[in-house]
């Protein structure tokens, strides 16, 4: 089955700086990578996501990368704010979101201000 | 759009009595709903995938026997912790497919005295 590594498990950065976290996976059948903010207590919520067919995708102050041949994708929030604080889910599935999503481990970002 | 609840928020148990937590899909049907648990400062492990009007599929290491799973219908799906025990104090959370996304529930919050 899908393997998901991120890195790395915590992140800490200065207000304004860029926050980068990456993920790869292990099925080349896997196309469709969402991102999630999960706030302590409360529900994932999706941030962004990216198919297969593009290469990067970007919203506002989140980007996101993916290099299928390397199986890695990653997240880049740039100009943080201390509201960015959360932790943060890659995933990875196949089908788009058909089928089951394959979780990372998490990213425990805080940014300071 | 597309919204998630899940009900109770959070349960108090004694060991040996069975829980039902609900998942709705308030404004969508969702053929497809899944079920996670996610310990503290853990990521979310799937643990079903339940089907509309046919058998749940369990992840490995999953007792369906336990984990009773039910989708009786296109927006409620429901999850029966069985004779629980300590060791199932846990948050589990739902999500449901939508157009392409998979959206979550609030989660519940289960201990298991």
Redesign the interface.
């Given at each position: 089955g899908e393997n998901v590594e991120q890195h790395p498990s915590t992140l800490s950065v200065q207000e304004g700086d860029s926050a980068v976290i990456k993920c790869t996976y292990s099925d080349s059948a896997s196309n469709y990578f969402p991102w999630y903010k999960q706030e302590l207590g409360k529900r994932p919520q999706l941030i962004i996501d990216i198919r297969s067919n593009v290469g990067e995708k970007k919203d506002q102050r989140i980007a996101v990368t993916l290099n299928k041949t390397a199986k890695h994708f990653s997240l880049h929030i740039t100009e943080t704010q201390p509201e960015d604080s959360a932790v943060y889910f890659c995933a990875a599935s196949p089908n788009n979101a058909g089928n089951m999503l394959t979780f990372g481990g998490g990213t425990r970002l805080m940014v300071k201000p | 759009g597309a919204v998630?609840s899940q009900h109770p928020s959070r349960v108090i148990c004694k060991s040996g009595t069975s829980v039902k937590i609900e998942c709705r899909s308030l404004d969508f049907q969702a053929t497809?709903m899944?079920w996670y648990r996610q310990f503290p400062?853990?990521?979310?492990?799937?643990m079903a995938?339940s089907n509309e009007g046919s058998k749940a599929t369990y992840e490995q290491g999953v007792e369906k026997d336990k984990f009773l799973i039910n989708h009786a219908s296109l927006t409620l799906s429901t999850l029966t912790v069985t004779s629980a025990h300590p060791e199932d104090s846990s948050f589990y959370?739902c999500?449901a497919?939508h157009q392409?996304?998979?959206?979550?529930?609030?989660?519940t919050?289960l201990l298991v005295l």
């Open positions: - | 998630v497809t899944f400062k853990q990521s979310l492990m799937l995938t959370i999500s497919r392409e996304t998979q959206y979550f529930g609030p989660g919050r």
